[in-house]
């Protein structure tokens, strides 16, 4: 690079990357952003015609993500979600069971995942219990698929699982009354939002 290229890459980085419009938002400021406004992209409010169609709050239009349309972006803003179940090992390390009294009873498994691939594991874990009988309840569930699967979300130490590091999930179930036993397949997807 010749000099002048010098003076002017340190130029842009000393100056062109902070610009005030670049780092908050000022509703009275002359300046356009370079990044979408809330203006832009709350539609209940200033594009009820959009809302109406479908577009979501604090999404640009397109629902992608708005920097950049990469895989982990999707994920972060929870438009899709990576299957890792084939990347982990998980090993059942503990289980118990409550006396059941004929009405129901309470199990407790523990299980430890542990990535066994060559690439960290991201974001949020969420660990869905597929093929769940509805006379079982997953009571610690974050919540449901769209499917109907209950799923717990993990949230991952420093947001990665590395490779060779393992964590320990619990699940606990209740048995209602004359229910078969607990079964179900372990399915974990890496992602934020609810799949």
Do not use: C, W
């Not at 990357?17 to 370079?34: G, L, Q």
């Amino acid at each position: 690079m010749t000099d002048d290229q010098v003076d002017d890459l340190a130029d842009f980085l000393e100056n062109g990357i902070y610009d005030p419009a670049f780092v908050h938002y000022d509703p009275s400021s002359p300046t356009k952003m370079f990044e979408l406004t809330p203006a832009d992209v709350l539609y209940s409010v200033y594009r009820p015609d959009l809302a109406a169609r479908g577009a979501i709050d604090g999404r640009p239009a397109s629902g992608k993500p708005q920097n950049n349309d990469d895989a982990l972006s999707r994920r972060d803003m929870g438009l899709e979600f990576l299957n890792v179940t084939s990347r982990v090992n998980i090993a059942l390390i503990n289980a118990g069971r409550d006396h059941d009294d004929g009405r129901g009873g309470q199990e407790r498994r523990v299980y430890r995942i542990t990535n066994t691939g060559t690439s960290p594991v991201d974001t949020h874990l969420l660990v869905i219990a597929r093929g769940l009988s509805f006379q079982v309840e997953l009571t610690n569930a974050s919540g449901r698929t769209s499917t109907g699967d209950p799923y717990v979300r993990v949230f991952l130490p420093n947001g990665v699982l590395a490779p060779g590091q393992s964590i320990d999930v619990a699940l606990e179930f209740r048995r209602h009354a004359q229910s078969p036993p607990v079964s179900f397949t372990l399915a974990l997807l890496s992602g934020q939002g609810n799949p």
